[in-house]
């Protein structure tokens, strides 16, 4: 097997499309559930929706004229991602409910060795495509699992829980969170919402494309292509605002306390809303449904933040009691110590999780010394505060073609960084990371690792300097070998 990766999700899934397309027909993808889809097939909870443009968030090379919304919602993001896996011929080549236990790097062999739930694979290369969000995080919260009633993650939405008429508690206030919370009011008999930071959050500019405009975007292709190529410019637009450039900075606070400030006029409440950091050192949230939903009779805004919880309360710091029935944490994903880590080891049997025990990073935003022939994608500062993820894994889709053409011209076996050229390029990362909102905002967030203070998932730069910098293979930073005997 040339190719094994880890993860049908976009990354996956648009890795196996471009390689089958470039004639390899040797790759697996290896998927723990029992169908393909990742972030998009786990996260069907009320309301969910992509806060990027669809036209955007979705493959340069699998265009869909006919999205029915600016923001397309989660099950037809999932058909389409299943509609690509599909008509490229891509499910033949997934294996699923097949767990990955363990990779190890086999040094004689030059190869992987990678067992599954479901059986034993070697591949001369291994891509882990299981992106930041894939494993939801807990919070840590004492008593947590003493809570008798229904209780689960909005990354698994439990739908045979009725919450109709219910007492329900949400905890978190991200983009999950806001887009959960005015569904859940609509049938809940009580709502409390356990806030621990307030988020910034301006107008969605969403609506239903016309039947014209999806025929247009049908028939003459190249008006999709403009409109995805605006789209892109006005997302790199934002990027100054998020390397603290104050004008830029004002006008993006602006907007969203003027959208709080127009749909909430209670002042104490408004204040409760009211973010305490600088904007965009979180994620802008988008929506018009939010903060409305403040002002139902049957919704609460809890912030003396949560000191235990029983088995029918939570109770806060001050004491007060929040009995509920159903418990929905919605406390988002393990993204800076990526689980995937504890179940790769390179050469000498060194585990990844013990290499990043300090914080992860990445040559490339890819590639790690002592890990040869491994490409990990969505992984060490790919992630984006602003922009399409889409095209990150794109970029990083042809990264890695490169790379595997370059092995294939020459004969070579092994690809391993170089330590200078990660610790350079991380070094790199690290400076222009200084003076970001991410960095100096004066927030918590997961963008930056608790264990080090890197800003360790986000990609500090524009987008399009993304694709300069990790979409095109560059062998100087690598060494590469061939094993004896095979043809170079
Ligand atoms: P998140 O952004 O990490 O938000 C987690 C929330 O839980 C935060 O409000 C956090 O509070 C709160 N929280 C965590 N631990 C807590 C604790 N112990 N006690 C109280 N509150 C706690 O997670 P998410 O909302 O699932 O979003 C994760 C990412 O998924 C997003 O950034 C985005 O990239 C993606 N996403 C995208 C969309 C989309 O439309 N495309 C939709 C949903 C998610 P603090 O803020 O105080 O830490």
Redesign the pocket.
Known sequence: MNVAIIGSGFSGTGLAIQLKRSGEESFVVLERENTLGG?WRD?HYPG?????QSHL?SYSFKPKPDWSRV?ARQPEILQYLRDCATSEGIVEHMRFDSEVLEAAWIEESNEWLISTTNGDYAARVLVSASG??SDP?Y???AGIEDFAGAKFH??RWDHDTALDGKRVGV?????????IVPEVAKVAGNLTV????A?YVVPRLDREYTAGERNMFARLPHTAQKLRRDLFWASEARFPQRRGIESFISRVERLALDHLANQIADPVLRAKLTPDYAVGC??VLISNQYFPTFLRENVELETRG?DHITENAVVMADGTRHELDVLIV????E?SDLPIARRIRGRDGLLLADHWADGEQAYACSTVNGFPNLFIMNGPNS?LGAGS?IFVIESQIDYILGALDYLGRNGYTRIEVRQEAETEFAAMLDRKAQGTVWLDGG????YVDQRNGRLSVIWPDFMSRFRDSNGVFRPEAYEVRALAGSAV
């Open positions: 972030t996260n969910a929706a992509c806060d990027v968030y923001y930041h969000l995080k919070p840590d919260i909005s990354a905890i978190g206030t991200g983009a999950s969170a806001i887009q356990f806030q621990r930071s988020p979180k994620r949560i919605s406390t988002g994903f993204a992630g993820i927030c918590k967030s997961w």
